[in-house]
């Protein structure tokens, strides 16, 4: 079992950045992949990016790919999410979660929220224009 909780929402001009931070608790963080999903007024939870239980390899939505970088650091149990490049159409509440059972079965279930067990309670992101 792994306890999820994000940080480092919050409000911030078009153009800026954001860091945002899922801590996890528990001893076998290293042993989980992490995903970051987003939530937008009206609309579906949506893949953000997604990092290996490594660290080695990430995943991006389109939308994201370019500004956004996935990081995590085993030692401290801690996944991040860099914004750079903000657009108001991020605007989302930011949720991150976990899965322990993604490494052998392909690429494609990284992206999809229903393959992941865990989830923290999101952190909300508001850009403004």
């Known amino acids: 079992q792994v306890r999820l909780v994000e940080s480092g929402g919050g409000l911030v001009q078009a153009g800026g950045s954001l860091r945002l931070y899922c801590a996890a608790s528990?001893?076998?963080?290293?042993?989980?992949?992490m995903g970051w999903f987003r939530q937008a007024a009206g609309k579906e939870r949506e893949f953000v990016a997604a990092?290996?239980?490594?660290?080695?390899?990430?995943y991006y939505a389109d939308s994201v790919k370019g500004r956004f970088t996935i990081s995590r650091d085993n030692a401290k149990n801690t996944v991040y999410l860099q914004m750079n490049s903000l657009k108001p159409e991020d605007t989302a509440v930011y949720y991150c979660?976990?899965?322990?059972?993604?490494?052998?079965?392909?690429?494609?279930?990284?992206?999809?929220?229903?393959?992941?067990?865990?989830w923290g309670q999101g952190t909300q992101v508001t850009v403004s224009s």
């Open positions: 979660a976990a899965e322990q059972n993604l490494y052998a079965r392909g690429s494609y279930y990284y992206y999809q929220a229903n393959e992941y067990d865990h």
């Open positions: 528990g001893r076998t963080f290293s042993s989980y992949a």
């Open positions: 990092i290996s239980r490594s660290g080695i390899t990430t």
